[in-house]
């Protein structure tokens, strides 16, 4: 049988050792009545071990593994970044986080009284879940709020809708 490395998609001799290792036949301990499963002898003095290395230890540990087990530099979310390069980190200046809006508020600032009709009903379109008179008062009563937490799309297509209609429309 020919074994295949999932990282490469091809043959790889130090795969074939480590997947000779990994897919023994020997079968996963089972739990006991409180759905614990009991850790080896050999496994808990092994954790002792790691936790007694000290920092410079873990790292010669960690490259040691990642040698032997084929495995390239990964990108950590620990911090694991030597001194020099968390120094250079601090000296610069943070960058600004540009959060990008999702919903906004479709507001209604003012209307072109000549166009008024016809924003009425362009509302009334645009919210259905509106009469006719409902719609009249939310023009009237300008500036106010046309439709809350809307998606961008959503509300940049009720901007252009109602803005051709004769109305002042903000998104915020």
Do not use: W, Y
């Amino acid at each position: 049988m020919m074994q295949v490395c999932l990282r490469r998609g091809a043959q790889c001799a130090q795969r074939i050792a480590i997947n000779a290792r990994c897919l023994s036949a020997v079968p996963a301990p089972a739990p006991d009545s409180n759905g614990v499963v009991a850790v080896p002898p050999h496994v808990t003095e092994i954790a002792d071990k790691i936790c007694g290395l000290s920092l410079h230890e873990t790292g010669q540990l960690t490259e040691l593994l990642k040698e032997r087990l084929g495995i390239g530099n990964i990108a950590m979310a620990a911090p694991a970044a030597s001194t020099a390069a968390s120094a250079a980190a601090a000296d610069a200046p943070p960058e600004p986080v540009v959060e990008e809006k999702t919903s906004f508020d479709v507001k209604l600032m003012g209307i072109n009284p000549s166009m008024k009709i016809k924003l009425i009903k362009a509302v009334k379109e645009a919210l259905p879940e509106l009469n006719l008179v409902a719609a009249k008062k939310l023009v009237e009563g300008a500036p106010c709020t046309v439709k809350e937490k809307v998606p961008k799309a959503d509300a940049e297509a009720l901007k252009a809708k109602l803005s051709e209609f004769g109305g002042d429309i903000t998104l915020e």
